[in-house]
């Protein structure tokens, strides 16, 4: 929980700040350098842009978990630079309007160095140019294809989870030489449905596979019936994107109305996040395929970093809370912020970090990384970071529901989800 | 005399913190300006004519993608701005044309459709709007002439001049011939259609006028803030006026700033104790509409500042 003192605080910084001018002016360095000591060794303080209520409630309370588990890593190893580390968690209401107004207030009254975790692309969008105009460094989680589309700005980057674009197109040749050619997208008919849609359409073209029909649906629907009717009997492949709370309705009724004899189903485990695959409801899914950033369900070959970072976020072998199997993670999604503050951390220690003055530095630190293989700072697996787009680039998994359980049946390459750059953010002013 | 130095006091007031308040009040403060002149807008239908929309979110955000979209198709700030204003008041001219054939309850449902259907409308445009993730406007699009809205002192006072036009505008409207039968009409619509007055015509001018401070609003947003989405096209933004009216007191000049002042801050501070906070929010304005029916200012006005307007 944050710590609001109010204007009171800041007034009396803001005297300090006139206080230490006059000083700075006035005097020489002894007083500087009792301040300098002072700042090495006080902690950092992150900024975390939290979806804690919401429609990102069922996410953020394990981004919350995760980044903590990885904090307490942190400053178990010697924090970064060797100063502790505190993460000011400040909730947006997944609310795109209080967005900026809680990076202001982690920044301004809470003294953060600069911000990261947010998932939901709609905040992403509306606390970008905040970012900007205070030069904070405002690292994401989100997915969104924004960043590496140049459509934001120097400060933003999305350093520890790949974006919706790279995810499909690493996925898109399994679905087309696996399961079929001819594809029904079913996708949410808003922004990250349609990013959905446009990066498949483009990677059946590129595959010589057809997309036979698409079909939008409203996030509010509470019934689905009527759009399976609109499913071609052509259809080899069934491509779901649902979110939102009728998933599980979704779900139901799709297996109403085929039965046993359906196409395959490929869809992407947003869907499901934080939802117990191994219930009744879900039992259709038995057999089906689904994109994991990183695999619920500890895998037989998985490796010492994630068996060591499920165990850190308090995650069982089946994705759940071990203290609460009944709570389930959102696993596939939440490395991004373990991932993000190790990066960020790097990042400090490059850039030599000391404070405000270093936010730059830090940004063309980042900017400057490439390879970073499969670590405990890595746990989900190596990565690649283009320092033009500000976008990471990672391994895809997918997934089978094989008795209730999902099973890893492939693991893409980087190379897999790689296009070209859209923009080149290292030419663009900060 | 005594209300007029009341509002100049507020604007001064403001125009001094613009010096002292620390940067986190500073900011929040650029953004209260601007939504409590979508109140001020809310206000003049609600407040003072009687009607009761429930699709004010239409209008802001009318304002908001005209400048936004213009903005991205290469406009500069200044038409851009005036765009946005003017969609705000013909899009609420239109569907007031329409909406206002009904009263009350009725009103309320018809004007919820047509902001609806708006908020739809933005949606199925997504390949134009980007939908619920929506945009950033460029900051070439956020040079006013030679001043850059980017920055936090340009940016503070253009909040500022924004909602000083709105807030005397509207002292003058109020205590105008035609704010006076705006009033008649709220009080008895019968009587003022006895007296001569074209009823449906001076709702419409109502109406049309709150949509032209809404689209000042939501125009000034994408400037300012250089964010423009379909969240701001939700209920939630038709709602959020009428809580800063009834908050701050219908029928009063300065109530929807107070109360857009008052519902921040309430939110900023409940947040810092609770998850819950929206809850705390919710039992705070019960138990204020349960004690000060009439909104705090209305409530100062019943019990003794008779002159406040």
């Not at chain 2, 198709?73 to 003017?86: C, K, Y």
């Not at chain 2, 209920?235 to 009063?252: C, F, K, R, V």
């Amino acid at each position: 929980m944050t710590n609001n003192l109010g204007p009171f605080t800041t007034r009396r910084r803001v005297l300090g700040g006139l206080a230490a001018t006059g000083a700075t002016a006035g005097l020489a360095t002894g007083l500087g350098t009792r301040f300098a000591q002072a700042q090495s060794s006080a902690p950092l303080k992150l900024g975390f842009q939290l979806h804690r209520t919401g429609i990102g409630a069922a996410y953020g309370r394990w981004y919350e978990r995760t980044t903590k588990a990885a904090l307490k890593a942190v400053n178990e190893a010697g924090g970064i630079n060797g100063r502790p580390v505190e993460v000011i968690f400040e909730d947006d209401g997944t609310d795109a309007a209080r967005g900026p107004q809680v990076l202001d207030k982690l920044i301004n009254q809470e003294g953060c160095e600069l911000v990261f975790g947010p998932l939901f692309s709609n905040v992403v969008m509306a606390t970008a140019p905040r970012a900007a105009e205070l030069k904070i460094p405002y690292l994401v989680c989100s997915e969104t294809h924004s960043v590496a589309a140049g459509k934001l700005n120097r400060w933003t980057m999305q350093p520890g989870i790949t974006d919706v674009k790279s995810q499909v197109r690493a996925v898109a040749p399994f679905i087309f030489d696996t399961l079929g050619k001819k594809v029904t997208m079913i996708y949410p008919d808003y922004a990250f449905g349609y990013d959905h849609r446009d990066f498949l359409t483009q990677a059946a073209k590129e595959a010589g596979a057809e997309i036979v029909k698409l079909l939008p649906i409203p996030v509010t629907e509470t019934s689905f019936t009527r759009y399976f009717a609109q499913i071609p009997r052509s259809t080899e492949v069934i491509y779901h994107v649902m979110v939102g709370p009728g998933v599980l309705t979704f779900v139901k009724e799709l297996g109403e109305f085929y039965g046993s004899n359906h196409p395959k189903l490929f869809g992407f485990i947003d869907s499901l996040e934080a939802v117990n695959i191994d219930t009744p409801s879900l039992s259709f899914l038995e057999g089906t395929h689904f994109w994991e950033g990183d695999c619920r369900y500890a895998q037989p070959d998985e490796t010492e970093f994630d068996k060591a970072y499920r165990k850190a976020v308090g995650v069982n072998d089946q994705g759940a809370a071990i203290n609460d199997p009944k709570e389930i993670s959102t696993y596939a999604h939440m490395f991004s912020c373990w991932e993000t503050l190790y990066v960020i951390k790097a990042g400090m220690e490059a850039a030599d970090y000391k404070g405000p003055q270093d936010r730059q530095k830090f940004v063309e630190a980042v900017e400057a990384m490439s390879d970073m293989p499969a670590s405990m700072q890595h746990p989900q697996g190596a990565k690649r970071f283009n320092g033009k787009t500000h976008q990471v680039f990672g391994h895809q998994n997918i997934s089978q529901v094989k008795d209730g359980r999902l099973v890893r049946i492939e693991r893409t390459s980087i190379d897999a989800g790689l296009y070209p750059d859209e923009t080149d953010y290292t030419k663009m002013s900060f | 005399m005594k209300a007029l130095l009341l509002h100049l006091g507020v604007l001064a007031g403001l125009l001094a913190l613009n010096f002292l308040a620390p940067a986190y009040h500073h900011a929040m403060l650029a953004r209260i300006m601007v939504l409590a002149v979508f109140g001020l807008g809310y206000n003049i239908a609600f407040g003072y004519t009687g009607l009761l929309s429930l699709g004010h979110a239409l209008y802001f955000a009318a304002g908001l993608y005209a400048t936004g979209l213009l903005s991205q198709a290469g406009w500069s700030a200044g038409p851009a701005l005036l765009a946005g204003v003017l969609a705000g008041g013909a899009i609420a001219l239109v569907s007031g044309a329409l909406a206002l054939r009904t009263a009350g309850v009725s009103l309320m449902i018809v004007t919820l459709m047509f902001a609806q259907a708006g908020y739809q409308t933005i949606l199925y445009y997504t390949p134009l709007t980007r939908g619920e993730e929506g945009f950033n406007l460029t900051n070439a699009g956020r040079m006013l002439g030679p001043v850059n809205l980017t920055e936090e002192t340009p940016r503070y006072l253009a909040a500022l001049a924004l909602f000083a036009v709105a807030l005397l505008l509207k002292l003058a409207l109020v205590r105008s011939r035609r704010g006076r039968v705006m009033v008649a009409v709220r009080e008895n619509e019968e009587r003022s259609r006895m007296l001569g007055y074209d009823v449906f015509r001076v709702k419409l001018v109502a109406l049309t006028l709150s949509g032209l401070y809404a689209g000042a609003a939501g125009a000034a947003w994408a400037v300012l803030f250089g964010y423009v989405g379909a969240g701001f096209a939700g209920i939630q933004y038709s709602i959020l006026p009428l809580l800063y009216t009834l908050l701050g007191g219908a029928g009063t000049v300065l109530g929807p700033f107070l109360g857009a002042l008052l519902m921040f801050y309430l939110i900023d501070l409940t947040s810092d104790v609770s998850q819950s906070y929206l809850f705390m929010v919710g039992a705070s304005l019960l138990i204020l509409v349960v004690f000060a029916p009439k909104g705090i200012l209305g409530s100062l006005r019943a019990r003794g500042l008779k002159w406040l307007p």
